[in-house]
């Protein structure tokens, strides 16, 4: 039993059948956007853990895919006249690659 519980979205990821138009778009993201070369260029700014404590700063990977799928979300539904209601974060696929 020591393995690790599926949450709802897991499951839902494990049990999908047809790629559906945003996993297709997350997957070309991850081949087009060069992720590495952006880390290595943002990581020198990005703050550090604090030696007085308190809360440590979310991964910089992370951090950089919520960024960049909220731009692109935005500029998608901002050219059909309307702002995003809600963030990229919000969808348990976008949440799941943003952890990777």
């Known amino acids: 039993m020591g393995g ?7 499951y839902e990821l ?7 138009k945003r996993e297709k778009f997350l ?3 991850e081949v087009v956007v060069p992720w590495q070369e952006l880390i290595d260029l943002i990581e020198p700014h990005y703050p550090k853990t604090s030696k007085k404590g308190g809360r440590p700063p979310y991964p910089l990977a992370t ?13 998608q539904r901002s050219g ?3 702002g995003p209601d809600r ?5 348990p696929l976008c949440r799941h690659r943003a952890d990777q």
Not at 4 to 10: R, T, V, Y
């Open 4 to 10: 690790k519980q599926l949450g709802f979205s897991d």
């Open 14 to 20: 494990t049990t999908a059948k047809k790629q559906t």
């Open 63 to 75: 951090m950089l895919r919520i960024h960049l799928l909220q731009q692109l979300v935005f500029t």
């Open 27 to 29: 997957s070309e993201m």
């Open 80 to 82: 059909h006249g309307g």
């Open 87 to 91: 963030g990229a974060h919000h969808a």
